[in-house]
Nanobody, 124 residues
Framework: QVQLVESGGGLVQPGGSLRLSCAAS????????IGWFRQAPGKEREGVSC????????YFADSVKGRFTISRDNAKNTVYLQMNSLKPEDTAVYYC?????????????????WGQGTQVTVSS
């Protein structure tokens, strides 16, 4: 059974850091492009960062460039999103997803396996 489970969300003050984890079961994450997406109340789901198969390339939304990094730990079958210098506008539910068709983009419509999401709240 294919499953993605996110963890690591929480409440953090502006300027703080969080590391989100996306653990996979039922398939090997390194075989698929993996994306992190977020959705704030009343807004559409947006691509935050994506990493191609075998860390060939990465994408970051302009709003998170220089603050977020994405990485894989193949031994743990896990992808991480390190989030630094967090801002209140980063508040959202964060989802990880896998693209079984390897479409090459970082758009939510291209991804077909999704986790349940983890809440990130940036507030003082």
């Amino acid at each position: 059974q294919v499953q993605l489970v996110e963890s690591g969300g929480g409440l953090v003050q502006p300027g703080g850091s969080l590391r989100l984890s996306c653990a996979a079961s039922g398939f090997t994450l390194d075989d698929y492009p993996i994306g992190w997406f977020r959705q704030a109340p009343g807004k559409e789901r947006e691509g935050v960062s994506c990493i191609s198969r075998s860390e060939g390339s990465t994408y970051f939304a302009d709003s998170v460039k220089g603050r977020f990094t994405i990485s894989r730990d193949n031994a743990k079958n896990t992808v991480y999103l390190q989030m630094n210098s967090l801002k209140p506008e980063d508040t959202a539910v964060y989802y990880c997803a896998a693209d079984s068709f390897d479409g090459g983009g970082c758009h939510a419509d291209d991804y077909d396996y999704w986790g349940q999401g983890t809440q990130v709240t940036v507030s003082s």
